[in-house]
């Protein structure tokens, strides 16, 4: 469970204040990986402050930037970055917790901003909301081209979601919904095979005489070879 910086009281899931002094605590990337701040060579505004995000180096493989709002928290993920930050730095060990993923979403405080679409930091594009993952809770903000923006305090309870199994349960669901997709795609193709095998009226195209009856196949046949004899 996580906890206040300040006054060490456990904090409620998802929330970023301590209910008992007021501290307002940052998910701990110093204790995943050591970083430096600095300037970024190229400007990218906080949907949420207007404000220039801070560059983070996380040090991870040797250099992994990501971009952090110093008012509000939030950080912001080119393509990619946040999928393996989780696979990088948070190990499970129990499979799927299925009772525990229901329990993080059942303890998580209400949303602190109301739903809105918000900026993409790079191109100022409103960003699309989409649920992270199979039963994360988090709806993150999602330019295509250029990254996924979480909130302050999201990607603690993504976190817990990973080690909690959430990236397993993801993996069966896609792995469900393909085996779907190729069920219905052999549906399909078997019914298109079994409406060009029905007798139509006027037969096919391609093959007039397979199509016919039985019986005036057997008379053309005749008919052809008593014109060839």
């Known amino acids: 469970m996580a906890r206040c910086s300040n006054c060490k009281a456990p904090l409620p899931p998802g929330s970023l204040l301590c209910q008992y002094c007021g501290n307002r605590t940052d998910v701990d990337l110093k204790g995943i990986h050591y970083y430096t701040t600095h300037e970024s060579d190229t400007p990218r ?18 250099r992994f930037l990501i971009d952090r709002c110093e008012e509000c928290l939030g950080i912001f993920f080119d393509p990619g970055e946040l ?69 302050g305090g999201e990607l603690r309870q993504l976190f817990e979601w990973m080690k909690l199994g959430g990236h397993l349960l993801e993996q069966q669901r896609q792995e469900q919904k393909q085996r779907e997709e190729q069920e219905r795609e052999k549906e399909h193709a078997r019914k298109v095979q079994g409406w060009d095998e029905e007798p139509s009226l006027f037969g096919s195209y391609s093959d007039p005489l397979r199509r016919s009856d039985p019986d005036l196949f057997q008379i053309i046949l005749k008919a052809l070879r008593f014109f060839l004899k």
Not at 45 to 62: A, E, F, G
């Open 83 to 151: 999928e393996y930050l989780l696979e990088a730095t948070v190990e499970n060990r129990g499979g799927i917790d299925r009772a525990g993923l229901e329990a993080i979403n059942e303890r998580r405080e209400p949303n602190q901003y109301p739903i809105a679409y918000v900026k993409c930091p790079v191109c100022s594009k409103h960003m699309h909301r989409v649920n992270f993952g199979a039963k994360s809770g988090v709806i993150v903000d999602r330019c295509k081209q250029h990254g996924i923006w979480l909130d």
């Open 45 to 62: 505004i906080c949907p949420r402050c207007d404000v220039k995000l801070k560059v983070l180096d996380l040090k991870l493989d040797d």
